[in-house]
């Protein structure tokens, strides 16, 4: 005598057949795997930050003793010749440039230190400017000339300066104040850089 009905034989593998997809793991479901596929900082990678190399101070020493030499002498001629010969009063005229003198003094430190280069496989960044910021990419392949050179003052502290020639006159550039050894090792470099990528075009 059979006391179960026909209809509860079967009922478990109704269950089963009705719900399969619960039988796989949900990592394996394509439509969950989509944003993962379509995440562009998954499938592109992250370009490496440039390594930015600043100027010695020596270039911050020279400008600065340029700058008082200069606005020095200014300041003294307007405070002793015209309180000398018009009066005590007139020696205010001295105030002016040593205002010029004391804002130059700040600039010339912030100018400084806005002055950078990064070498990087392809080309050279360079940048520079306070108020107005101003960044230039030279590529090695477009060198066509690059040079050291050195003032009667700039030796004086111990300073080069290397100039970059290329074909467009666009993108020239220079680098200032850098020290001799750093001057020669960065032009020896970007010309045989530059003679790499050039017989490489």
């Given at each position: 005598m059979e006391t179960g009905s026909p209809d509860d034989t079967g009922a478990a593998d109704t269950t089963d057949a009705a719900h399969p997809a619960r039988t796989e793991p949900e990592r394996n479901d394509p439509a969950?795997?989509?944003?993962?596929?379509n995440d562009p900082a998954r499938t592109e990678p992250a370009r490496p930050e440039p390594v930015w190399t600043g100027l010695p101070p020596g270039l911050l020493r020279m400008r600065r003793l340029l700058l008082v030499v200069w606005l020095g002498l200014l300041t003294v001629a307007a405070a002793l010749l015209p309180g000398l010969f018009l009066g005590p009063l007139w020696a205010a005229l001295a105030l002016p440039p040593l205002a010029l003198l004391v804002w130059g003094w700040v600039m010339l430190e912030r100018n400084w230190r806005s002055w950078r280069y990064a070498e990087r496989a392809d080309d050279l960044l360079i940048s520079r400017g306070v108020l107005w910021r101003e960044e230039t990419v030279v590529p090695y392949g477009r060198m066509q000339l690059v040079e050291v050179t050195s003032g009667p003052v700039e030796r004086h502290f111990g300073l080069a300066s290397v100039q970059l020639h290329t074909a467009a006159a666009a993108t020239d550039a220079t680098i200032?104040?850098?020290?001799?050894?750093?001057?020669?090792r960065l032009r020896d470099r970007l010309t045989?850089?530059?003679?790499?990528r050039s017989a490489g075009l």
């Open positions: 969950r795997n989509e944003p993962e596929q200032p104040g850098l020290d001799p050894a750093e001057a020669e045989e850089l530059g003679e790499a």
